[in-house]
């Protein structure tokens, strides 16, 4: 980009972190006081994770669902709870679920003034995780799913008077010069250097909660990392980057030598756990936390976890693997492929996380490690799925 088309994306976005003036500072109900809530995104990864553990916290949750009325909302919702294993095992209760059809990019949340008034009368927490993740669309065409989405959820919470959960990424931030890794208070951004719509979406709505907070709006901000499956069920979904990458690299049966990619990879269970926990911390509220694991893995250390899970795989070059990759019109990778060349090229971020395990400490919440028991949890998962080949090997 010239400095004159820089200089314009900047404008852009410092327009787009202009919070609305209607939006002011309120008191909230202490976290024992919740007794219900209303969750976001319910019918995505995280949200499903989410709704679980609130419900297991003894919660009635009022989801805000997509569809042509009540009785398709539940069933969407129902149905992402069973992709994701989250019926098994123990009973759910469903019967404190209460389901609101809507569309939180809409105003007043896609819901009838009648309708948006009798749900913020009810909740005292909202727990906005609901995102359009999408590494290959423009900022301009997630600013409405994402910023304006952002502004409606922070009129509901003033509305209701609740305190906002607000779930952000670790992708606002660039790599720090020194290698340092990024802790819960560092700078983040500019947007105008981060390479993905979807995480300059998330930069823009993170300046808007950030100005609430400063006008006197109680609200938390988490910030998963590279979320993968869960630990023990093996639950992951299909179109993780990671996860496409290294089941494309199955699918050419080679991977490419030294090539430059770590990710710091968190299993969903302690993301969800995290932030269920801090949410009913009266000493956490108001705070910046991430929920990361304690190292990242890098390429070698995903081949070597392929490897010992049964997949036979034979190093090649990077180009030789981009050409078998662009072989395949099937392969997984090959819509991502600009992003992975770009991936290889960019220093990533590493991230801290000292404030989140400090205000965990005493509770049972802590992050399980991706090791070889883990990571055959989720090979498993996607072979029971038919999304990847069983492993031939041992």
Not at 45 to 61: C, P
Request: charged share 25%.
């Amino acid at each position: 980009m010239t400095s004159t088309t820089l200089k314009g994306v900047a404008e852009e976005f410092d327009a787009d972190t202009v919070l609305a003036d209607d939006i002011t500072g309120y008191d909230a109900p202490a976290p024992q006081e919740v007794s219900e809530v209303l969750l976001t995104g319910a019918t995505g990864f995280l949200g499903a994770f989410l709704l679980r553990d609130l419900l297991e916290r003894g919660l009635v949750v009022h989801c805000l669902v997509r569809g042509k009325d009540a009785e398709t909302a539940r069933t969407r919702l129902t149905a992402n709870l069973e992709r994701y294993d989250l019926l098994e095992g123990p009973r759910l209760d469903l019967d404190r679920v209460r389901v609101h059809t809507g569309d939180v990019a809409q105003p007043r949340l896609g819901m009838t003034d009648e309708a948006h008034a009798a749900l913020a009368a009810r909740v005292d927490a909202v727990y906005h995780a609901a995102a359009k993740v999408n590494f290959l669309t423009v900022y301009k065409w997630l600013r409405k799913a994402t910023v304006d989405a952002t502004h409606e959820v922070l009129r509901f919470s003033q509305a209701a008077r609740a305190t906002l959960h607000h779930v952000s990424t670790t992708g606002v931030f660039l790599p720090a010069e020194d290698g340092t890794p990024r802790g819960e208070l560092g700078r983040t951004g500019p947007p105008e250097d981060l390479a993905l719509g979807y995480t300059r979406s998330k930069w823009v709505s993170e300046q808007l909660v950030l100005e609430a907070r400063r006008r006197g709006v109680p609200v938390t901000i988490h910030r998963p990392g590279q979320v993968w499956g869960d630990s023990r069920s093996g639950a992951c979904q299909p179109n993780d980057f990671v996860w496409r990458f290294m089941k494309g690299a199955i699918q050419t049966g080679v991977y490419p030598r030294r090539f430059r990619l770590r990710m710091n990879m968190v299993p969903i269970d302690y993301v969800s756990a995290a932030i269920v926990a801090l949410s009913r911390d009266p000493e956490a509220l108001g705070g910046v936390y991430h929920q990361v694991s304690p190292r990242s893995l890098d390429a070698d250390e995903l081949l070597g976890l392929l490897r010992r899970a049964g997949y036979d795989l034979k190093e090649t070059s990077t180009l030789r693997w981009m050409k078998a990759v662009a072989a395949d019109v099937n392969n997984s990778m090959l819509p991502l492929m600009r992003v992975l060349v770009d991936t290889e090229k960019t220093e990533l971020a590493e991230f801290a996380d000292e404030l989140t395990r400090e205000r965990l400490k005493g509770t049972d919440v802590t992050c399980p490690d991706i090791d070889d028991r883990v990571f055959a949890a989720y090979v498993g998962y996607f072979v029971r799925n038919g999304m990847l080949p069983a492993p031939t090997g041992r």
